[in-house]
């Protein structure tokens, strides 16, 4: 890559840091995870990002065939970034580096955590036996910002946008889902906005799947 700094060293583990080791690079992946993103939204996701930067590092990760621009068609007809297959294999990876740094010594920003990284959360601390036998969709309202949770065979899939049918649905703002997600925060006192609709107890056995050490 002609535009990155590069350790030139032939280990792999070196020449996937090439890629991703510049700062921002994993946090666009991050939230992209889940769909993908107008240039304006991942600016808003990532405001300590300056454009020249956030638009330098989209342009190492396009060309090292992390993430891809495409135009959605009509009505949007605006240029979307979105990882591609090989992009999405750094999800697992993410997860792990999430559940990793639970435990970091560092103290915690008091900046309020984004959609995309609540939705991380819920992959970073999900305890997969506990799930059972559990097989739900559930649509997941984070102040506007809407997922598709799919639990199915002991996994969780989740992405952007609506899905076209669900077993129950959640309606609230980022600090209400962080207390349910990461705090741990019993459905009857984790305060408002909070608003579920259909199957209560499906989503229970969610929350309920979740670690919160």
Not at 60 to 70: F, K, N, P, S
Not at 83 to 97: A, M, N, R, Y
Request: glycine residues 10%; contains cysteine; aromatic residues 6%.
């Amino acid at each position: 890559m002609s535009t990155a700094r590069t350790y030139g060293d032939p280990c792999a583990t070196a020449r996937a840091l090439d890629l991703l080791g510049e700062r921002w690079a994993l946090m666009i992946v991050r939230d992209l995870l889940f769909g993908p993103k107008r240039y304006s939204d991942l600016q808003s996701g990532l405001p300590n990002a300056s454009p020249t930067v956030l638009s330098q590092r989209l342009r190492d990760l396009e060309e090292g065939g992390v993430i891809r621009r495409r135009r959605l068609g009509p009505p949007a007809r605006a240029w979307v970034y979105e990882l591609t297959e090989w992009g999405h294999d750094l999800e697992p990876i993410l997860v792990h580096l999430g559940r990793w740094g639970r435990h970091s010594p560092l103290k915690e920003t008091t900046t309020p955590l984004g959609t995309d990284s609540l939705m991380l959360a819920v992959k970073s601390h999900l305890e997969p036996a506990r799930l059972g036998d559990l097989d739900a969709t559930f649509l997941v309202d984070v102040g506007g910002d809407v997922f598709t949770l799919r639990v199915s065979g002991g996994e969780l899939a989740i992405r952007r946008g609506e899905p076209d049918r669900q077993d129950a649905a959640l309606r609230t703002d980022p600090a209400v889902l962080k207390a349910l997600v990461i705090d741990g925060t019993p459905l009857d006192q984790a305060g408002e906005p909070l608003e579920i609709t259909g199957d209560r107890a499906a989503f229970q056995r969610l929350l309920d799947a979740l670690a919160t050490d």
